[in-house]
């Protein structure tokens, strides 16, 4: 059963896989810019929306139909290019924007003797593209 999706990955829950992004958090606000004012208090000015940005992390494991060193490269490669893309959720879109990855860390967890990771936690941001 298909989660949801985000840069190219499908996020599904089956016998055959298992990606589903979990610690999902997020926020959003606004913009305001402060003007001093002489002899009074500053004043605020409402400038915009911020950019809605989320958090969260994978869990990429051999057993559960996701190749980790695979997954992992193709994140890293999307996270330091220019993709963008929409991230849906339930089928609707988290924003009517698509967004970037702004940053990403792993943790490998386990690795075979050969070098074969067959386990690794991945932590992403992510951002708004406007």
């Not at 829950?13 to 606000?29: E, I, M």
């Not at 936690?121 to 992510?126: F, N, Q, R």
Request: proline letters at 5%; one cysteine or more; aromatic letters at 10%.
């Amino acid at each position: 059963m298909a989660v949801g999706t985000f840069m190219g990955m499908v996020f599904t829950v089956s016998q055959q896989k298992l990606l589903t992004p979990s610690n999902f958090k997020g926020s959003t606000g606004s913009d305001w810019a402060t003007h001093d004012v002489v002899g009074g208090k500053s004043r605020s000015e409402w400038t915009g929306p911020k950019l809605k940005s989320y958090s969260f992390d994978l869990l990429l494991r051999a057993q559960d139909g996701v190749p980790p060193r695979t997954t992992l490269s193709v994140l890293q490669q999307r996270a330091e290019s220019c993709a963008t893309d929409y991230f849906i959720i339930g089928g609707r879109p988290l924003s009517s924007f698509p967004f970037k990855i702004t940053d990403i860390s792993e943790e490998w967890g386990a690795v075979l003797a050969g070098g074969e990771m067959i386990e690794c936690k991945v932590s992403l941001t992510v951002e708004e593209y406007l």
